[in-house]
């Protein structure tokens, strides 16, 4: 299902996903996704955590201010503090990540 275009879930696949498979038109479906994503910003801004189960857990993170540099200069520069949102994935998802993945691995060949 992923835009073969960039090789990633888009928005607008989510949209086309609920479109295609739910009775809703698409303007229904856009409405889904977004209310969906809408809720889970509130839920980080309110809670700072927002756990999904068999998914994981978005959860807002301090970052202190600290020292770096300009990449392309080289000079000093000190980076300021700000949030950052974290995603953990559970169990469940880690697990079914990795079997797809030794599904689709080649088999090695013994010596």
């Known amino acids: 299902m992923a835009n073969e275009k960039t090789d990633c879930l888009t928005k607008a696949d989510l949209i086309d996903s609920i479109y295609d498979n739910m009775p809703f038109d698409k303007q229904k479906a856009t409405q889904i996704v977004e209310d969906w994503i809408e809720l889970i910003k509130d839920g980080l801004e309110k809670d700072s955590k927002v756990m999904i189960s068999g998914f994981g857990v978005f959860e807002v993170k301090d970052k202190h201010a600290r020292p770096g540099r300009n ?5 000093k520069i000190t ?33």
């Open 79 to 111: 980076l300021s503090a700000r949030k950052v949102v974290k995603f953990k994935a559970s169990q469940i998802l880690r697990r079914e990540l990795n079997e797809s993945v030794q599904q689709t691995a080649p088999a090695t060949e013994g010596n």
């Open 71 to 75: 990449p392309q200069t080289g000079d």
